[in-house]
């Protein structure tokens, strides 16, 4: 059996409604999900949330609720916005679930078993009203770094994971491996901060500080460490040490797409648990940027946060993806405002995309009653046909480089064209030219523009899989499609297909929406 293509977004903590960021790692990943389906692959797109630790214990009780309630009241929230951003996920994880809780204990007694766990006393600073412990590195000035208060040096028993012991098989591994860590920028990071001793992980915190946690196996004393159980859910979800044939079908994953933030954590931990659970390392950590606003980071303590669901009800799902995959390339940070939202949508999607549409339903309506011309034999000479089906191969490029700017790019260098074509071709002048002679100038040049505009909706699908469906349907083609590069480079117009003009594909924006 071909092994499925296994890919992840982090699980996203559950102590405030999902944001911007969160919302722009689940597009990413649904749309590189969607581009693997629409190529006939096997994919399992993996999401959740993370619901253990500190954080969350103290969010619950400021609401006055238990944890546990607490959690299945917030998790809702997040997938009702994947379901409005159309993301298609195959599994949602939380790290409540029974299953995950197994799966971390059998990890913890591979781990003990193996050697390498132990217990030892934990020296940091505590800060009471945050409830945090620090270590000397991530003080500031010698306060808490969160609230900039007085801590306490304290002392605790905790279990320890020995990453020290396998430092230098991680460090070679990377500068053997130079896709695992993308893009580069985040690989020198990490390559930088081993050049350091890394210290042992402290995976334990004691239950009588912090109880909000699976037990830990060994010792009733203690709960796992919130990034331990966490980490494991990439193995739970594949099914390991309860589903060996599941496990070997899915493992290793061949992308965990993450904030820049949480780098260190997939790119160092994460490996270093699984070599030592004796499994690959994830194919590649895929780094993404923050979005800012304001020049910060959109975040939720800053409570500058836009709120995804309010965007998409204003623009469509549709725009409020092509903003997010076109504005950045993966890894750079991008400067959100809604005003560049509302600009990208006026020009790129209803003056250029929908433009194109209108024009060339229009027109199929006016001269041909809506039904479509079929391109002959004969109807040849212009490079508007290849550009499109060459679009497979552009598309392709980019996508394998995990780089949908680049692929939404080389999709609007076509439609840009398509509506210069109209221009120099000029239809208009043609069919009244066609009333007194036979020539079939106006029939080839609409076959040839609802062909193009055929295989952009086509190929837009992993991008702006709404649109897609639309513009598909509406030339009465298939809208579910799985192709490979033959099948994108013939034409797919047949006799009798007939056109139904629609909707404008992105209706003008109100004053009031395009003012704000
Ligand atoms: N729970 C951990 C991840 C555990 S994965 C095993 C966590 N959660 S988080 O909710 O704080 O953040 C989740 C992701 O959102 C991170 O990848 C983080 O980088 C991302 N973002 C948070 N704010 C962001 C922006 N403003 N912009 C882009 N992504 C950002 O960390």
Request: glycine letters at 6%.
């Amino acid at each position: 059996m071909n092994k499925i293509f296994y890919l992840t977004t982090p699980l996203y903590y559950v102590n405030a409604k999902p944001h911007i960021g969160h919302a722009y790692t689940n597009i990413l990943c649904d749309t590189f999900a969607r581009y693997r389906r629409f190529r006939g692959e096997k994919v399992f797109f993996l999401t959740g949330t993370d619901e253990h630790g500190t954080k969350i214990e103290k969010a619950a009780r400021e609401q006055g609720k238990d944890p546990r309630q607490y959690v299945d009241e917030m998790v809702p929230q997040f997938k009702e916005l994947w379901s409005l951003l159309d993301i298609r996920y195959d599994h949602f994880i939380r790290t409540t679930d029974e299953e995950h809780k197994t799966v971390v204990k059998n990890v913890l007694q591979q781990l003990e078993k193996a050697g390498d766990i132990y217990k030892a006393a934990y020296r940091g600073w505590y800060c009471t009203p945050c409830e945090s412990f620090w270590t000397k590195l991530q003080l500031a000035g010698g306060l808490c770094p969160d609230c900039r208060r007085e801590v306490q040096e304290l002392s605790e028993e905790n279990y320890f994971f020995k990453l020290s012991k396998y430092q230098s098989w991680l460090v070679s591994y990377i500068k053997e491996n130079l896709e695992f860590i993308q893009p580069e920028i985040r690989r020198n990071e990490i390559i930088s901060f081993l050049k350091e001793p890394l210290e042992d992980l402290s995976i334990t915190r004691p239950r009588s500080r912090l109880s909000w946690g699976i037990d830990y196996p060994t010792s009733k004393e203690h709960v796992v460490y919130v990034w331990f159980d966490a980490l494991v859910n990439y193995i739970t979800a594949a099914g390991y040490s309860v589903d060996a044939t599941r496990f070997e079908n899915y493992w290793p994953a061949d992308v965990h797409a993450v904030g820049k933030d949480i780098v260190r954590q997939h790119a160092v931990y994460w490996p270093i648990m699984l070599h030592a659970l004796g499994l690959k390392p994830p194919k590649k950590v895929l780094a993404h940027g923050w979005w800012t606003m304001a020049g910060a980071k959109v975040s939720k303590s800053r409570g500058n946060a836009v709120d995804p669901a309010e965007l998409v009800k204003k623009y469509g799902v549709d725009a409020f993806r092509y903003f997010l995959l076109h504005e950045v390339t993966i890894g750079n940070d991008g400067a959100f405002s809604e005003d560049l939202l509302a600009e990208r949508y006026t020009t790129d999607l209803a003056n250029n995309l929908g433009n194109l549409w209108f024009r060339i339903a229009s027109m199929l309506e006016k001269y041909f009653g809506g039904k479509i011309p079929v391109i002959r034999q004969s109807h040849t000479g212009d490079d508007l046909l290849e550009k499109s089906f060459r679009l497979w191969d552009d598309v392709n490029q980019a996508m394998k480089n995990y780089d949908p700017r680049t692929a939404t790019s080389k999709i609007w260098e076509v439609i840009t064209r398509a509506n210069q074509f109209i221009e120099e071709k000029k239809p208009w002048v043609l069919a009244r030219r066609e009333k007194d002679s036979d020539d079939q100038g106006l029939e080839k040049v609409l076959a040839t523009l609802v062909e193009c505009v055929a295989h952009v909706g086509g190929i837009l699908s992993p991008f702006l899989p709404e649109t897609s469906e639309k513009i598909l349907k509406r030339l009465q083609l298939e809208s579910e499609l799985t192709l490979d590069q033959e099948s994108f480079s013939k034409r797919w117009i047949k006799e009798k297909n007939k056109i139904e003009r629609g909707e404008a594909l992105f209706p003008k924006l109100d004053e009031e929406k395009a003012a704000s």
